[in-house]
Structures are given as structure tokens and as C-alpha cells.
């Protein structure tokens, strides 16, 4: 399996720009994540989905954040209006269930430049 | 109060040294626990789960302390290839999971 597939890998846009991030996850598993890690604030749940059903999406940070599954193998984070403050780095992860310990697989993320 | 809180570190420590991390949960409802190591620029990748018997991995050990609401990392016979940072991971619940900052640990030859 090609694991967890993000792009772009890098993006660098302007303030105000549509950004637009893309993941497919491990094929046959159910959950999908979407984080974004900074230096300051770490690594951060912004939202999961379970069979392409948004579940819980209390860390996404505003109403500039929108993120959706269309279906099992493709899911979108897309922020608009960017600003400087979402630079970071934003990983995908999926996760099958297995027992009671979820192992989540993330991807290579996506490093976001906003000037 | 963070809901998930480790030493930031760094931990500089010899090949062959035996180092421990600390991650301490606020949450006493958590129900699943694990660690991930991080390379640098790298993603995050399950290094071991946590179980409440306490588990081992080769030259890790993992344990779990739910009176204390802590788990603990051991690493014995450090390789220059264990140079990373390890997030604790705490599940509150579904998959609500919350990530520690990470403890940078740094092996010297």
C-alpha cells in the first residue's frame, strides 16, 4: 500500500488566497483526520471523519477552515481567505479500527506558507 | 493546565545510555494511550501503544500509572538513530485524540 497521500507537499500562497489542501488515505480504513502542527501549539485535531461523515469538527479554528470527504478515498481541508497565521504544517492521517487501539497512519503533510 | 503535558526536553544522552519520558493526562476518563516518534520535518508514526499491564518492544518499555495519570517511555542501549521527538498520545474518547508537544531526544556518539 502507497499509505497516506497528500498534496500539494509544499504550498506558499498570499494573504487572502484560496488554499486548498488534498489527502487519500490508506484504502479500507474508516477514519480520517486532519491536524496541523506549529511550533507553538504542537500537533492539533482540526476535524475526523468516519465513513466520510464529519464526526468531530470543535478544533477547527474558524470559519475560514472547511473541510470534506466525498467520498472514501478523497478528503479536502481548503481554508479561504488564508492568512500568515495558518502557516504550518498540515498532516492526514487515516485509521482503521483495530481492537480498541487506534493506530493512526498520517501522510507526509503539506508545509503552508501564507505571506 | 494542558489536557496532555510532557518535558519538552532536549535530552542529550550517550549511545548505550537508558533514558525515560514522562506524559502526564488531565483527563481521568482517557482510555487509550500511545507513543509516536517524530523525526524532524517527518510525520508522526506509532512507535507503541500503552497497555494498563504495561508492555515491551525490544529496547522500549511502555507503562501505564491511571491512579497518577501518567505514562512512561524507557528506552535502553540508545541508538544514534533514536534521535526524535516522542509525542504522547492520550484518546479521550471516539477518537478524540489529544497530542503531547513532544520530548526532543538527542543521541551523541
Known amino acids: 500500500d502507497a499509505g497516506v497521500i497528500q498534496s500539494p507537499r509544499h504550498e506558499v500562497t498570499e494573504m487572502g488566497q484560496e488554499v486548498t489542501l488534498r489527502c487519500k488515505p490508506i484504502?479500507?480504513?474508516?477514519?480520517l483526520f486532519w491536524y496541523r502542527q506549529t511550533m507553538m501549539r504542537g500537533l492539533e485535531l482540526l476535524i475526523y471523519f468516519n465513513n466520510n461523515v464529519p464526526i468531530d469538527d470543535s478544533g477547527m479554528p474558524e470559519d475560514r477552515f472547511s473541510a470534506k470527504m466525498p467520498n472514501a478515498s478523497f478528503s479536502t481541508l481548503k481554508i479561504q481567505p488564508s492568512e500568515p497565521r495558518d502557516s504550518a504544517v498540515y498532516f492526514c492521517a487515516s485509521s482503521p479500527i483495530i481492537r480498541r487501539q487506534e493506530t493512526q497512519y498520517f501522510g507526509p503533510g503539506t508545509r503552508l506558507l501564507v505571506l | 493546565r494542558k489536557e496532555v503535558e510532557q518535558d519538552p526536553g532536549p535530552f542529550n544522552v550517550p549511545e548505550g545510555a537508558t533514558v525515560a519520558f514522562n506524559c502526564t493526562y488531565s483527563n481521568s476518563a482517557s482510555q487509550s494511550f500511545f507513543w509516536y516518534r517524530q523525526d524532524c520535518r517527518k510525520e508522526p508514526k506509532l512507535l507503541m501503544s500503552?497497555?494498563?499491564s504495561g508492555n515491551e518492544d525490544g529496547r522500549f518499555t511502555a507503562q501505564l500509572n491511571r491512579a497518577s495519570q501518567y505514562i512512561s517511555l524507557l528506552i535502553r542501549d540508545s541508538k544514534l538513530s533514536d534521535s526524535a521527538t516522542y509525542l504522547c498520545v492520550v484518546n479521550t474518547g471516539g477518537f478524540k485524540t489529544i497530542f503531547g508537544a513532544g520530548t526532543r531526544l538527542f543521541v551523541k556518539a
Open positions: 484504502s479500507g480504513h474508516d477514519y
Open positions: 500503552v497497555y494498563s
